[in-house]
């Protein structure tokens, strides 16, 4: 009975979900209701996670319950410690959930709803959850290296060093990227900056409470959190309606770019129980909580999706970025259905954490799946406004026209109806002064979530309210990737130094832990406070990379997981992983060759230098034309590395299923863990 009732579920499933997709997919001419895309949603990853994970789990990796993690045989109270699993869960989620799946989805809503959809959905399930699980997995297995450091024992050296250089020099440019788009919500926030600087005290007291007042109570600390949490929230709002508290917690770029420092230096150098863990732990409460009530908002209003499925802008005439949809609506969306990110995150501090293997399957897989909702989100928040007002906000003023009345009439010529009244008044509800030329896609979305709560819960009162909740939401969810990262990064840098000087690789050893943590936060704290003095340094000028580059970084770890499952000898089974690494190599490779050459200006960084050479040259000119060069050069070494870890990965396949290598994995010895086991 029971497996006819769960053939009937799941068959039910199949068919809602055959349903949303094809709603999605061939629909065309009226709107198609938001619902659609949250049916889908759910029917993917539900199927996902039942069927092919649990394939991946018991065919492939085959999760062995009985094996002691590295958190068990190596606790140090500092970075490797047993840790409960929805607390390891809340810690991953938090420290991959940045920047990626809230504005990526929107930017990539120029070309219409259909794209960004239907990738989300399929990157997340066959390439993006796949990736975290088994790196998180095969980390747990070595007990707990690097990405850097897996490359290096199981391509060889010269691919562990091409590895090496090129994982850290784009982890730099991502945090720096990271760093600085938290100063920009929060240099003129108070609210948000109340709020997030109220989440550190209270992680720290959830750390003491759980470690040391009442170790395991996780219910409590968890409901503790979640009061404390909602508190700084409403208490963000008293501080920025109160003149003089307002004033306190109003910071300039520099000093915020400061403080950002120092936080991400203690969450590097401290034990990771007693502000990196719960922080995140309770960044997931406003992370799943915010999205689960967007998520009721849709379905209680079921609004309709005003994005065409597909926009004129698919032949790569996008005001909001140039390109054709192959390949950079797949860079753009990036972290919500891949990101080489997480792959750090698998292989840095989430492995060290994990108490069973058979845990994996959902940190790994699961919270990567929270992600891709998280994208999903995002696109309806980005599609149910009206094209004008989307391409209004998201359309550099380049493109448009500087005057609202200019940039109005160019946007309704495209056959977008909007007006600068129209602007103003929305402008004037969410408590701006104008909507115009809000680059960047964190306005558009935080608009978007502040239609949908205003109309769902409150009402056009609240919208002002809900847009400022939306903006410090987007800056708690990119600074959990910032302090993650970072300590990921002194991992990393500690692994290499190790086989300088041996102590230096002790992650226990706190002198090695304080100039590491110093050193990685110095090097992407240089760009961010070039980037925050200067508009067109720094950062600022490597920011154009950061899609292309964390798909880069993918790339990577999928060459890792290929050589691996060939070695474990299921190379049967590597399309599991092989698959998803030949799309991306076809994605990023295309995308860096436009970047680099592509003869249109707005596409190719050496197209650009050149159109503005031809010009009069003055000091913020020639800034930009060094700055495009650097993109270009810094974009064809990134891959130039990439292609040789491309070629000594293929030696080791090509090798070992010809005979002609040994297969040999670099796992740690069985161990029989001491902890009761629960089995199923």
Same mark, same amino acid.
């Given at each position: 009975?029971?497996?006819?009732?769960?053939?009937?579920?799941?068959?039910?499933?199949?068919?809602?979900?055959?349903?949303?997709?094809?709603?999605?997919?061939?629909?065309?001419?009226?709107?198609?209701?938001?619902?659609?895309?949250?049916?889908?949603?759910?029917?993917?990853?539900?199927?996902?996670?039942?069927?092919?994970?649990?394939?991946?789990?018991?065919?492939?990796?085959?999760?062995?319950?009985?094996?002691?993690?590295?958190?068990? !045989?190596?606790?140090?109270?500092?970075?490797? @410690?047993?840790?409960?699993?929805?607390?390891?869960?809340?810690?991953?989620?938090?420290?991959?959930?940045?920047?990626?799946?809230?504005?990526?989805?929107?930017?990539?809503?120029?070309?219409?709803?259909?794209?960004?959809?239907?990738?989300?959905?399929?990157?997340?399930?066959?390439?993006?959850?796949?990736?975290?699980?088994?790196?998180?997995?095969?980390?747990?297995?070595?007990?707990?290296? /690097?990405?850097?450091?897996?490359?290096?024992?199981?391509?060889?050296?010269?691919?562990?060093?091409?590895?090496?250089?090129?994982?850290?020099?784009?982890?730099?440019? @991502?945090?720096?990227?990271?760093?600085?788009?938290?100063?920009?919500?929060?240099?003129?926030?108070? $609210?948000?900056?109340?709020?997030?600087?109220?989440?550190?005290?209270?992680?720290?007291?959830?750390?003491?409470?759980?470690?040391?007042? !009442?170790?395991?109570?996780?219910?409590?600390? /968890?409901?503790?959190?979640?009061?404390?949490?909602?508190?700084?929230?409403?208490?963000?709002?008293?501080?920025?309606?109160?003149?003089?508290?307002?004033?306190?917690?109003?910071?300039?770029?520099?000093?915020?770019?400061?403080?950002?420092?120092?936080?991400?230096?203690?969450?590097?150098?401290?034990?990771?129980?007693?502000?990196?863990?719960?922080?995140?732990?309770?960044?997931?409460?406003?992370?799943?909580?915010?999205?689960? @009530?967007?998520?009721?908002?849709?379905?209680? @209003?079921?609004?309709?999706?005003?994005?065409?499925?597909?926009?004129?802008?698919?032949?790569?005439?996008?005001?909001?970025?140039?390109?054709?949809?192959?390949?950079?609506?797949?860079?753009?969306?990036?972290?919500?259905?891949?990101?080489?990110?997480?792959?750090?995150?698998?292989?840095?501090?989430?492995?060290?954490? #994990?108490?069973?293997?058979?845990?994996? !399957?959902?940190?790994?897989?699961?919270?990567?799946?929270?992600?891709? +909702?998280?994208?999903?989100?995002?696109?309806?928040?980005?599609?149910?406004?009206?094209?004008?007002?989307?391409?209004? =906000?998201?359309?550099?003023?380049?493109?448009?026209?500087?005057?609202?009345?200019?940039?109005?009439?160019?946007?309704?010529?495209?056959?977008?109806?909007?007006?600068?009244?129209?602007?103003?008044?929305?402008?004037?509800?969410?408590?701006?002064?104008?909507?115009?030329? !809000?680059?960047?896609?964190?306005?558009?979305?935080?608009?978007?979530?502040?239609?949908?709560?205003?109309?769902?819960?409150?009402?056009?009162?609240?919208?002002?309210?809900?847009?400022?909740?939306?903006?410090?939401?987007?800056?708690?969810?990119?600074?959990? #990737?910032?302090? +993650?990262?970072?300590?990921?990064?002194?991992?990393?840098?500690?692994?290499?130094?190790?086989?300088?000087?041996?102590?230096?690789?002790?992650? /226990? $050893?706190?002198?090695?832990?304080?100039?590491?943590?110093?050193?990685?936060?110095?090097?992407?704290?240089?760009?961010?406070?070039?980037?925050?003095?200067?508009?067109?340094?720094?950062?600022?000028?490597?920011?154009?990379?950061?899609?292309?580059?964390?798909?880069?970084?993918?790339?990577?770890?999928?060459?890792?997981?290929?050589?691996?499952?060939?070695?474990?000898?299921?190379?049967?089974?590597?399309?599991?992983?092989?698959?998803?690494?030949?799309?991306?190599?076809?994605?990023?490779?295309?995308?860096? $060759?436009?970047?680099?050459?592509?003869?249109?200006?707005?596409?190719?960084?050496?197209?650009?230098?050149?159109?503005?050479?031809?010009?009069?040259?003055?000091?913020? =000119?020639?800034? =930009?034309?060094?700055?495009?060069?650097?993109?270009?050069?810094?974009?064809?070494?990134?891959?130039?590395?990439?292609?040789?870890?491309?070629?000594?990965?293929?030696?080791?396949?090509?090798?070992?299923?010809?005979?002609?290598?040994?297969?040999?994995?670099?796992? /740690?010895?069985?161990?029989?863990?001491?902890?009761?086991?629960?089995?199923?």
């Amino acid at each position: 009975m029971n497996k006819t009732f769960a053939i009937a579920a799941w068959g039910t499933v199949v068919v809602l979900g055959a349903m949303a997709i094809g709603a999605i997919a061939l629909h065309r001419g009226e709107p198609i209701n938001a619902l659609w895309l949250v049916v889908a949603a759910t029917c993917c990853y539900s199927l996902g996670y039942r069927f092919y994970s649990k394939f991946i789990a018991t065919k492939i990796l085959v999760l062995d319950g009985l094996r002691a993690t590295p958190a068990e !045989r190596l606790e140090n109270g500092r970075d490797f @410690l047993l840790t409960n699993k929805w607390v390891v869960f809340g810690h991953h989620f938090a420290a991959i959930a940045g920047p990626g799946p809230l504005v990526g989805p929107v930017l990539a809503a120029q070309f219409g709803y259909l794209p960004g959809t239907m990738w989300v959905l399929a990157g997340a399930v066959f390439a993006g959850c796949v990736q975290d699980f088994v790196i998180l997995l095969f980390s747990v297995r070595r007990d707990g290296k /690097s990405l850097t450091e897996m490359a290096k024992d199981e391509i060889g050296r010269v691919g562990g060093f091409v590895a090496y250089v090129a994982v850290i020099a784009i982890l730099i440019i @991502l945090l720096g990227v990271a760093a600085l788009i938290v100063v920009n919500a929060l240099k003129a926030s108070p $609210w948000g900056t109340f709020t997030i600087a109220m989440t550190m005290p209270v992680a720290l007291l959830m750390g003491v409470y759980l470690r040391r007042i !009442r170790p395991g109570k996780v219910l409590e600390v /968890s409901a503790l959190g979640f009061v404390l949490v909602l508190a700084a929230i409403w208490g963000g709002q008293y501080v920025s309606q109160n003149a003089a508290l307002a004033k306190l917690f109003t910071f300039s770029a520099p000093a915020l770019a400061i403080l950002i420092m120092v936080y991400g230096f203690a969450a590097s150098a401290l034990p990771v129980w007693l502000l990196l863990a719960p922080r995140d732990y309770l960044s997931t409460f406003v992370k799943l909580g915010t999205i689960a @009530l967007l998520a009721v908002g849709i379905v209680a @209003l079921h609004p309709t999706l005003r994005m065409p499925a597909l926009t004129r802008f698919v032949d790569g005439t996008g005001p909001v970025f140039a390109g054709k949809i192959f390949p950079f609506a797949f860079i753009t969306i990036a972290c919500g259905a891949i990101s080489g990110f997480h792959a750090l995150i698998s292989s840095g501090t989430t492995p060290k954490m #994990i108490s069973r293997e058979t845990e994996a !399957r959902m940190v790994g897989y699961g919270a990567m799946m929270a992600e891709s +909702a998280v994208a999903v989100m995002a696109i309806i928040a980005a599609c149910v406004m009206q094209p004008g007002v989307y391409f209004a =906000i998201n359309s550099p003023a380049g493109i448009v026209g500087q005057a609202p009345a200019t940039a109005a009439a160019t946007i309704s010529g495209w056959g977008f109806p909007v007006t600068a009244a129209d602007m103003e008044t929305l402008a004037h509800a969410v408590g701006e002064q104008t909507l115009f030329n !809000r680059t960047g896609g964190a306005p558009a979305f935080a608009v978007g979530m502040a239609h949908i709560f205003s109309h769902s819960l409150g009402g056009e009162t609240l919208m002002a309210l809900w847009y400022h909740f939306a903006i410090m939401f987007e800056a708690l969810f990119i600074l959990t #990737i910032l302090d +993650a990262g970072t300590r990921v990064a002194r991992f990393m840098l500690q692994d290499a130094l190790g086989h300088v000087y041996k102590p230096l690789g002790r992650t /226990s $050893w706190y002198p090695s832990i304080l100039a590491t943590s110093g050193l990685i936060v110095g090097a992407w704290g240089y760009f961010l406070w070039q980037g925050v003095r200067d508009p067109l340094g720094g950062i600022n000028s490597l920011w154009p990379l950061f899609g292309i580059s964390n798909q880069l970084l993918a790339t990577v770890a999928l060459c890792v997981a290929t050589t691996i499952i060939i070695k474990m000898h299921r190379a049967k089974y590597a399309a599991v992983t092989l698959i998803p690494l030949a799309w991306l190599v076809a994605v990023t490779f295309t995308a860096s $060759w436009h970047k680099m050459f592509d003869p249109n200006p707005r596409v190719g960084f050496l197209a650009q230098a050149r159109a503005l050479a031809a010009g009069p040259i003055t000091a913020a =000119i020639a800034r =930009i034309i060094f700055n495009n060069r650097l993109d270009a050069a810094v974009t064809g070494v990134l891959v130039l590395m990439i292609t040789l870890l491309l070629v000594e990965s293929a030696r080791q396949w090509i090798g070992i299923l010809a005979g002609t290598r040994e297969a040999q994995v670099k796992e /740690s010895p069985f161990v029989r863990t001491r902890l009761v086991q629960e089995q199923g």
